[in-house]
């Protein structure tokens, strides 16, 4: 929680709200934030139920595609084509985009994009912009930086209202306040909607139809008058220069259309090569995603259409440490992710933890290989996050595009521990495969241990306690497995010896594969 | 242009040094065997269904009972003063009771001020129950359709294709798109469906065979 969360009164400028962000900055490794969040029982609760409610309703839609393994493979394919030529697809896209009456601006890093960004609104005079629910522009803490200049930035997706009127953090890809139930939603409007514009109606309740009512009237006035927005893209084709953005609530409509300037931030590998890509990309995003054969609303825009929406369009193209990604070659394959959050939704660490223990707008197992590459890995935060997954590799199954998660975690934990730092792991790791690789020595080792086992303590003391933090340790049996079968093993014959059990033994063996 | 374009530049292509400088991009192959379509059906009884399972209203009507259908529609939502574009074609309205208000430029009020809008479309995708608008012919401009809370939309049997990759050839990139599949929606609340946020919150569609 934060501190200014008192007397929400009309006395609040909407300006100061916007001033007191959250941040993602300072946050604690997962372990830690891990910890407090599944001792969270509502946030559990949450998370349980609507992870459950998606994943049931990508399950059915994907079944529905008989052709699903092939139009993975191509989607793979085309990010793979796309990021391995990335320089000439930027070159491209950026020649259309002008050609069609765009202006295309470049950012190294985020402080870049915001100044551009920021120099941009202040073209125009006004100091109210309305946003698309953008993922570049929250890895960039854009909002803040706007407030900054005195611009006070008005996210309109639903869900992003909701964690800006709370002064929330983002915890999922899709549904940032996937977190937050209809109870507490209902809350934050009726405190909060007043400091931000239309208060809520008297009287609100927690159906989802009536809150969603409230959204729209709320921003309802917003939007018809606003003559600035930002968005983000979901694809950028290079060939045609053409901007897409995928939604459902009709904000990114209202956002796209009505304003006069429109401001699109897309990081550099959002590019797909051509208009017929999509086809693939309007196949395996929307059934990904929210489970749905399509989503309500996709906008397509080429430049500026004369007379039809904005007349003024600028891409902001972010690099913002996606180059550094582009240079690990294993890592690399991150960069195709189209932010589904299908490997959020089936994953069981996310399930349990939710997104704001990631410490990151991009949360979940796709966050986990991500903002280690993004940001580097030279703080304890970004470090914990390839250890954030019990490799179970679910992540990988449902991946529309087909990231192998498992292998880049696998990737980033050896360059983890090949740093500094990470020496008493190392030396724990040496010391166990000295004793595994000695039958006599592990048998002694297992001696000593159970003749211990009274005494062995819940938490190993020094540096081996980062282990059992987040750990118990196992219960050490009376009898180790090859003692027992030394013991008991020998004097009756294995069951998959049993010459009576045909098939059970000895096919691959003898016969070769059948 | 602004900013670090060289700059960006230079590391992308510092990161793909690994890359053999003799590849051009059509030598990492794209496997293309997926279907154009997914045989799910018939194609207009398919648009139909997936059309309500979003919950929009559907209508199927021969090309002489179009304007009985549109005239029935208006009457039921209870829309007297409906917008439409200017080429809208006249005969869509011959028993509509509502006035009909021809978009010569509203401004965004004024369209606010409509019951609803009428219009056709570019293409439709049975399998994913979408609706393509771009602007052509009987359309309108993007606002036409997104500020009037109603969208009555008239779809010809011959604009409905099966699958989306049918449809992306017959739509120019140059315009700018609306692909429409339902009323608007959110999923925001506990990831459960709700339909009727900002933009319209009843899409009925007419589709004449």
Request: charge should be negative; charged fraction near 25%; hydrophobic fraction near 40%.
């Amino acid at each position: 929680m934060s501190p200014d969360h008192s007397s929400p009164g009309a006395g609040h400028a909407a300006q100061d709200r916007a001033a007191g962000h959250a941040t993602f900055l300072g946050m604690l490794p997962f372990p830690e934030a891990a910890e407090r969040a599944v001792g969270d029982s509502q946030l559990r609760h949450n998370l349980r139920m609507a992870t459950r409610t998606i994943r049931h309703k990508r399950e059915e839609v994907v079944g529905e595609l008989d052709d699903w393994s092939a139009l993975r493979a191509a989607g793979k394919a085309v990010k793979d084509r796309t990021l391995r030529h990335l320089d000439t697809y930027l070159e491209r896209l950026e020649a259309a985009v002008t050609a069609a009456g765009g202006r295309v601006h470049w950012a190294a890093d985020a402080a870049e994009a915001n100044e551009i960004v920021t120099g941009l609104v202040r073209a125009t005079g006004e100091t109210d912009v309305v946003k698309v629910k953008s993922m570049a522009t929250q890895e960039i803490e854009l909002n803040e930086a706007l407030a900054q200049a005195g611009i006070i930035a008005y996210e309109t997706d639903l869900a992003e209202l909701i964690v800006q009127l709370s002064d929330d953090l983002p915890s999922h890809i899709l549904v940032p306040a996937i977190h937050r139930n209809r109870a507490e939603i209902r809350e934050i409007f009726r405190d909060r909607m007043a400091a931000w514009g239309v208060a809520a109606p008297e009287g609100l309740g927690d159906d989802p139809r009536a809150l969603a009512e409230a959204a729209r009237v709320h921003l309802r006035e917003r939007f018809l008058r606003s003559r600035v927005a930002i968005s983000g893209a979901n694809f950028a084709v290079a060939d045609t220069g053409t901007m897409v953005v995928l939604e459902s609530e009709g904000n990114g409509r209202m956002c796209l259309t009505l304003p006069q300037t429109l401001i699109s931030v897309v990081g550099i590998e959002k590019v797909v090569p051509t208009w017929s890509d999509l086809e693939v990309f309007l196949q395996l995003l929307p059934r990904s995603s929210t489970g749905e054969r399509m989503n309500p609303y996709t906008s397509t825009w080429t430049g500026v259409a004369p007379g039809d929406g904005p007349q003024e369009f600028h891409l902001v193209l972010l690099d913002n440490g996606r180059s550094d990604v582009l240079a690990d070659e294993v890592g690399r394959q991150a960069l195709r992710c189209i932010r589904c959050s299908a490997c959020l939704n089936i994953c069981p660490v996310y399930e349990r933890t939710g997104g704001h223990a990631y410490g990151s707008v991009y949360p979940g197992p796709i966050g986990a290989i991500l903002t280690p590459q993004l940001r580097g890995t030279a703080s304890a935060q970004e470090a914990s996050l390839p250890y954030a997954s019990s490799l179970c590799g679910a992540c990988y199954e449902v991946c529309p595009v087909a990231i192998d998660i498992p292998e880049v975690l696998v990737h980033l934990r050896e360059e983890v521990a090949a740093s500094p730092g990470h020496r008493a792991e190392k030396a724990a790791m040496g010391a166990a495969g000295w004793v595994l690789g000695g039958e006599r020595r592990l048998g002694a080792a297992q001696r000593a241990a159970s003749a211990a086992r009274s005494v062995v303590p819940r938490r190993m003391p020094g540096p081996a306690s980062a282990w059992t933090d987040t750990r118990d340790i196992p219960e050490i049996p009376e009898e180790s497995f090859r003692a027992w079968w030394r013991r008991e093993g020998a004097a009756e014959p294995a069951p998959g010896a049993d010459p009576a059990e045909p098939g059970r033994s000895g096919g691959d063996e003898e016969g070769g594969r059948r | 242009m602004s900013g670090s374009r060289e700059r960006v530049l230079a590391r992308v292509r510092a990161a793909l040094a690994d890359v053999p400088a003799g590849e051009a991009p059509e030598d990492v192959a794209v496997p293309r065997d997926y279907a154009p379509a997914h045989d799910q059906g018939e194609t207009t009884a398919l648009f139909a269904e997936r059309l309500e399972d979003y919950k929009a209203l559907v209508h199927r009507t021969p090309p002489e009972g179009l304007a009985a259908t549109v005239a029935r529609a208006l009457a039921r939502r209870g829309a007297g003063r409906v917008a439409a574009a200017e080429d809208a074609p006249e005969d869509w309205f011959a028993q509509a009771e509502a006035e009909v208000v021809r978009d010569g430029g509203l401004d965004v009020a004024g369209l606010d001020r409509m019951d609803g809008v009428v219009t056709g479309c570019a293409v439709a995708v049975a399998e994913t129950g979408t609706i393509v608008l771009d602007g052509g012919r009987a359309q309108g401009r993007r606002a036409l359709t997104l500020i009037p809370d109603y969208h009555l939309c008239v779809v010809r049997g011959d604009q409905i294709v099966a699958g989306v990759p049918q449809a992306l050839p017959r739509l120019s990139p140059a315009r700018p798109l609306t692909w429409i599949s339902g009323p608007s929606a959110t999923s925001d609340i506990e990831l459960d469906r709700v339909e009727g946020v900002h933009g319209p919150r009843t899409l009925e569609v007419v589709i004449v065979e």
